[in-house]
C-alpha cells in the first residue's frame, strides 16, 4: 500500500489479525467470566507490616466479592486477609500470628491496639483458641498449617488452581 493511501485513511482488512485479536477477546471474557483474573492471592504479602498496606485489599475483596487466596506463608499483618469475606486457604499454606506492638510503649503485648486489631480480623473459635493458649502474647510467632484452619477453625479450602491452558498448535 502506498504512503498516500495510509493517509487518506484507507481500511486495510487483515484477516488473520482480526482472527487473532477474536481469539484473545474471547479468552480474555471467558477468564473474567470464571474470575481467574479477579482472583486475588496474599502473594507479596506474606512478610507482613504495617495494617495500611492490607486494609485496602481487603475493601476491595470484600466489595468485589471475588475469591482470594491464602498461599505459602503468611506472617503477621498478613493473617488480616482472613477477614475478607471470599477468603480461601490453601492446604499447604502456613499462618503465623504474634502479639502487635503497643503504639505508646513499643511493646509486643497482648491488649495493644494492633494485637487488637489483628484478632479482630479472626474467627471467634481462631480468636479464643490464640488467646487461651498465649499464642499472641509477644512478638514471639505462633505458625499453624493451613490445613489446621481449615480442618479446626472452619475455614474454606482453596479449590486446585486451574491448570494453564496448552498452547494452541498452529493450523495447518
Known sequence: MSPA???KGTVVKCKPIHAILSALLALT???LADGALAEGTSKGYGAGGRFARYYPVIAKYNKSGDRFRIVG???SACTLFLSIKNVCIERNAFLSFHAG???KTKKWVRNSSSTRAMLAAYKPELRKFLLDGHHVD???YFTMKGATLIDDFGYRECPPPKPPLPPKRPSA
Open 5 to 7: 493511501a495510509v493517509r
Open 29 to 31: 471474557a471467558a477468564s
Open 73 to 75: 506463608l503468611c506472617r
Open 101 to 103: 506492638p503497643d503504639a
Open 138 to 140: 509477644s512478638a514471639k
